[in-house]
Each structure stands twice: as C-alpha cells, then as structure tokens.
C-alpha cells in the first residue's frame, strides 16, 4: 500500500511540473507571436510603408509562426495551430493585395486564437474538469 501512494504521489507530481514547463514555454511562444502581430499591425495604420517591406514582415513572421508551432505541436491540438496559421495566410495574401483593413482583422483574429490556445493549455480548475 505505501508503494502505491509513493509511485502515485510521484506521477502527479511529474505530470503538475510537465505541465508547468510546457505552459510556460506555450506562453513564451505566444507572447513572441503577438509582439511581432502587435507591431506590424502598428506598422502597416502607417500609410508611408511600402509594399515590399510589409511583405518581408509577413515573411518574419511565418517564419517565427513555424518556428514556436513546431514545438507547440507536441502538445497542442494541430487544429488549433492550423487556425493560426489560414489566418498568418490570409493576413500575407491580404497584404500582397494591399487590402489592409482585412489585413488588420487577420492579426486581430491570429491574437485572439492565440490567445485561446494560451487559456485552454493552462493549468486551472476549468480546464481540469
């Protein structure tokens, strides 16, 4: 019986530190995603940007979006991450369009899903249950 409790205590004990690490990491990537949504949201209500360099941010960030989604995957649902990434797609093709008010509501739409995923991978009473 002291077995028992000793190789359970030690599970949920390793299970409540893998999730720690993985939520930290989950918001560590979101946050670095959203920064960079942040600023070229900011970059692009500037009418005196060209094309070009609003497209090399585009690239920035799908090349950051693929970098952090790699290692979120293990963990989160691939759906979620598709989400994310139709609306960084939708944002570049708008962009290449110069359609920037669709353009704004892709990154507001992008933030707002990352920002489910950084709820729903939390560790709280809600998600336990």
């Not at 759906?79 to 290449?96: M, P």
């Not at 995923?117 to 560790?123: C, H, M, N, V």
């Amino acid at each position: 019986m002291y077995k028992e409790i000793i190789i359970t205590t030690v599970i949920i004990i390793l299970i409540i530190i893998g999730n720690i690490i993985i939520q930290n990491n989950t918001n560590k990537s979101a946050e670095a995603i959203i920064k960079e949504l942040n600023i070229f949201k900011q970059n692009i209500t500037k009418s005196n940007l060209k094309k070009e360099e609003n497209i090399n941010s585009i690239e920035k960030i799908m090349s950051l979006w693929k970098q952090k989604s790699e290692k979120m995957a293990y963990y989160i649902e691939h759906d979620e991450l598709e989400k994310v990434e139709t609306e960084i797609t939708k944002l570049k093709a708008n962009i290449e369009a110069e359609e920037y008010s669709f353009a704004i509501e892709n990154i507001d739409t992008s933030i707002f899903i990352i920002e489910h995923i950084k709820d729903k991978t939390a560790l709280k009473i809600v998600n336990i249950f």
